[in-house]
């Protein structure tokens, strides 16, 4: 008779697998597994843009208005009635032909002997004017050739690479300004003019037998009709404001810049007037800054030091036909330029422990650099020294990016 055997103890139970006595353990792996890697710190995901090798403008960016560069306004020489005036403004006028405004003074200009005394004396003043602006227009048209000759020669040397064009540049702003200064001179000789045959009228007419028919007014210089300030007919004393003219072709810029600002301008720099009504900016140079400053309430109430900045325009009247008297514009005049430099936007720049510093990414993290920069016009920054073209920059780090940091670049561009 055979006896049963043993029963199995706890450890020894038949047809268990090795492998499931493991789950267990390798539950509790996997666990310890996705929690390491729930804990794992990610990429920071940044903004990326590269350092460029191009052009870099830095500009003073300011509004301006239009003004005509010479005008002339129209006084009543003596006192009388003043007939209704019918011109507009806009209206063509000629020099000496054309008949402004009629004045019916009544024989009320007869001149004593002391008036006689003072209108002689006005004529040998206007005499003595006519000339000294008939020597200045000599001496700006002489000028004037000499500026031309020198541009035509500046304009070979530069056709052969052997000047740069910040002197061609400036050689055309002196020929230009030559040019201008030449039609300054004509229109004050013109006024010269003018103001001589006025003081010999007045004279005449404040003789005895010199007649008290209506005085007529011509215009002084030919050009257009800018404003009439006085249109109704009323009596007006000598010396009354009556209308302006000028021509409106002939346009310059007047640019009203901080005090600080105009330090760093300088004669001959290029302008971009923008938001004149027109598709296409337009360009002039920079003739004057003017060596008196004002003061000026900000909008904020802040008072501010400003200085007029006077400007010529460089296009043809053809492209700005329709532009005219005190019209508003958007000004940028360059102070700074450079035709290759290694620009970085200013985002990616940022100033620590008195250092100007960076973030590279290389090899998916991020890397602190020192960089030393130049100019900016707040986009763009010189980078001098501690950054090669081409490199990656983080912009707007932001504080969760730090040195060995990993990153995932959202937007490469180049700038």
Do not use: C
């Not at 493991?22 to 996705?34: D, E, M, N």
């Not at 103001?195 to 030919?222: D, K, Y």
């Amino acid at each position: 008779m055979q006896t049963p055997p043993p029963p199995a103890t706890r450890n020894q139970r038949p047809g268990r697998p090795a492998w499931r006595r493991r789950l267990p353990l390798l539950g509790v792996l996997v666990l310890i597994g996705l929690i390491a890697v729930g804990l794992w710190p990610r990429p920071v995901a940044v903004e990326v843009a590269k350092a460029t090798r191009g052009a870099l403008v830095v500009t003073v960016d300011e509004e301006g208005m239009t003004r005509v560069k010479n005008r002339y306004t129209v006084h009543a020489p003596v006192s009388g009635q003043l007939r209704r005036i019918d011109w507009k403004a806009g209206a063509v006028v000629e020099a000496n032909k054309t008949v402004l405004a009629v004045l019916e003074s009544g024989g009320a200009d007869f001149l004593d002997a002391r008036s006689q005394a003072q209108a002689e004396a006005r004529i040998r003043a206007a005499d003595a004017a006519r000339e000294a602006a008939r020597a200045q227009l000599e001496r700006a048209a002489s000028v004037a050739r000499m500026l031309t000759a020198d541009f035509e020669r500046v304009k070979v040397l530069r056709g052969q690479k052997v000047l740069s064009v910040q002197e061609f540049d400036a050689a055309q702003m002196r020929a230009e300004t030559g040019a201008q200064d030449v039609r300054a001179a004509e229109f004050a000789q013109k006024v010269a003019e003018f103001e001589l045959e006025q003081a010999r009228a007045l004279l005449t007419r404040g003789q005895p037998g010199g007649g008290t028919e209506p005085f007529a007014i011509t215009s002084p210089v030919s050009g257009r009709i800018l404003r009439v300030m006085q249109e109704s007919s009323r009596m007006v004393p000598a010396g009354f404001p009556l209308m302006e003219i000028g021509d409106p072709a002939d346009l310059e810029v007047r640019i009203e810049v901080l005090s600080r600002d105009g330090v760093t301008i300088k004669p001959g720099a290029r302008v971009w007037l923008e938001q004149w009504g027109g598709s296409e900016p337009l360009e002039a140079r920079v003739r004057l800054v003017e060596p008196s400053a004002f003061t000026k309430i900000s909008a904020l109430g802040v008072e501010e030091q400003r200085v007029f900045v006077i400007a010529d325009f460089n296009d043809p009247i053809e492209r700005r036909a329709a532009l005219g008297d005190s019209y508003r514009v958007e000004a940028r005049i360059v102070i700074w330029e450079k035709p290759d430099a290694l620009r970085a936007p200013a985002g990616a720049l940022f100033q620590q422990a008195g250092k100007w510093r960076t973030f590279l990414v290389e090899n998916g993290r991020a890397s602190l650099r020192d960089v030393k920069v130049g100019r900016s016009n707040g986009v763009e920054t010189e980078i001098v020294d501690g950054v090669t073209a081409d490199a990656s920059l983080v912009v707007y780090p932001g504080d969760k990016v730090a040195d060995g940091t990993r990153v995932t670049p959202l937007v490469v561009g180049a700038r």
